[in-house]
């Protein structure tokens, strides 16, 4: 193309829309999910319910009712339960581990490749990479929590086979009621994820390479898991961000008992406003030299 | 060229610097700042040079420009805005290579530059894919484009990130040491780019550690010694501002060497067939005019009149690596 034609006619030069600003985010989203990283971590949470599944049913399998916990029963019951029980396997470990990698990398393994200098001369901006950065690690929180929900449905669905639902208050629901129960209690766990998340954001701002982000995240999700459980503890414990994480529980009683659920839902919030403003306060001010 | 104007408190007024800077100063921790007191004008339309050695405070200063680090003292503007303040507006305008190209190695070089564009918020996605195409053709990677970026030769690498540069016209592109790492084969593919790009009236501040660089591509320059600027102008001012060596030629060596020195040469070098030495000049450091007081016709006559047989006479054009040792009295590092 002639310099002429570009300069004088400019054909294709339109205002700037601020739609145009979501178009990072699909890129990010894009690029989070072709990642193989990405894909391994999911890969890898889609084959605990596989495992738990295996597990139940071998233990079970000579047929004998040995009297196992509860859940075991209500598993070979009902596979619908290997969702309830898969997500609850993976909540307090594997899914925050999961997270530390992808949130604690958002920033800082961009400042170790130097690619977040190129993104803030674009100019990204400092606080919409932020909010894409944070949107983006929500929407693994969910798709990680929907993989492991699906899979165990699957795995579920193919051991076990699917039925009427008996809830936790023994009222039994058709089982239409239960998969929706199921996709509650997916969205309640997911939801329980975001002040890892922004616990997470916070720590990759801190640093130049991944890899420390994503050590230190995961970490303090396993401290936090531990001192959650020191008796020592118990004056602290409603604090700490994991203390109410397994009353998704709740959403499998009628009527649902929601005070646990919100109370966590809340002290999620407040670790998501502060490790949020945290991670804005110092990324905004920091001196990006990698 | 008219000189620029030095004051632009209006950067909407032609003619007006492209970057500028007031007192601009960097400091890390205790001991000397990275950059000191820096008063940069860029005028528009020049393909500015950037000249230090390493370690003399240039990215320094680019990352200040570009809004990455914060100034300690002073000030910067680009595009008559000042920085990091307007750099929504401003960056949208400006392409920059800063220390080198960053990308991701498990991206295809194409889908690098569409990440980056999609960075910009007021880069028309409508445009996007014939933009990154325009850009890698422009760079010569369109063959490499679906690569990852993992694979690619450390100078496809700097073209790919001089092709993120390029995504949009710019009015000033800033380029930090473009061609390290480059092949001769390399540099003169960039310095030809450069060279058009200035030509379509981008403005190119361009750093570099290479004097010849410098020297082959720039109208302006700037030199950086230390986090301080020790000059700048126009390339032809800068050499003018070194007092150029004055040369003969001729059989009559030992002749000609007393003729100069009776003459006031100073720093007087005799070689095979050849006498080279310092021109006086009105007072040390200060700008000779050509030849300060001494009219090298006379000294021509004076060589003849004493029967020295002289092949060729004349001045030796001060390149810049005589400014800098001029100014600063050191070598220039140039292996760094
Ligand atoms: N992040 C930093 N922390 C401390 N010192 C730095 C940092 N960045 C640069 N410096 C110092 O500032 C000086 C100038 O560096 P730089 O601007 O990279 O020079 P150049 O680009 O001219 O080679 C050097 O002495 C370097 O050690
Ligand atoms: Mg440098």
Known sequence: MSRAETVEQAPD??????????????????????RRRTLVLLAVLALVPVLVGIAVRVQTGDGGDRG?????????NNGLFLVFTSLAATLPVFLPMA????????????AGAGTLRYLLVAPAGRTRLLLVKYTGTLVFCLVATLVVAASALVVGALLFGLGEVTLLSGTTVPLAEGLLRALAVAGVVALSLIGVAALGLFVSTLTGSGIAAMAMTVGVVITFQILNTLPQLHAVQPYLFPHYWLSFADLLRDPVYWDDIRRNLGLQAVYALVFGTAAWARFTTRDITA | MAPPSSDGEDGARPGAPVIETHGLTKAYGSGPPAVDGLDLSVPPGSIFGFLGPNGSGKTTTIRMLMGLIEPTAGGARLLGEPMPGAARRVLPRVGALIEGPALYGFLTGRANLLRYDAADPTADPR???????????????????????????????????????LLRPRELLVLDE???????????????????????????????????????????????????????GTVAELAAGARGRLAVTTPDTADAARVLKEHGLTDLVVGEERVTGELPGPGAG?????????DPADLNAALVAAGVRVRAFGTERASLEDVFVALTGEGFDVAG
Request: with cysteine; net charge positive.
């Open chain 1, 13 to 34: 030069v339109r205002a700037p829309r601020p739609l145009w600003t979501l178009g990072l985010l699909r890129n990010e989203l894009g690029m989070t999910f072709r």
């Open chain 1, 68 to 76: 196992g916990p509860a859940f075991i029963s209500l598993v070979t």
């Open chain 1, 99 to 110: 997270l530390g990698v992808v949130a604690g990398d958002a920033i800082a393994g961009e």
């Open chain 2, 127 to 165: 445009t996007r894919a014939a933009r990154v195409t325009a850009a890698l053709d422009r760079v010569g990677l369109a063959a490499a484009a679906g690569k990852k970026a993992r694979a690619y030769s450390l100078g496809m690498k700097q073209r790919l990130g001089l092709a993120a540069a």
């Open chain 2, 178 to 232: 473009p061609t390290n790492g480059l092949d001769p084969q390399g540099m003169r593919e960039i310095r030809g780019l450069v060279r058009e790009l200035a030509a379509d009236g981008t403005t190119v501040f361009l750093s570099s550690h290479l004097l010849d660089e410098i020297e082959q591509v720039c109208t302006h320059a700037a030199v950086m010694s230390r986090g301080r600027l020790i000059a700048q």
């Open chain 2, 286 to 294: 200060v700008p000779a005019v050509v030849g300060g007081g001494l």
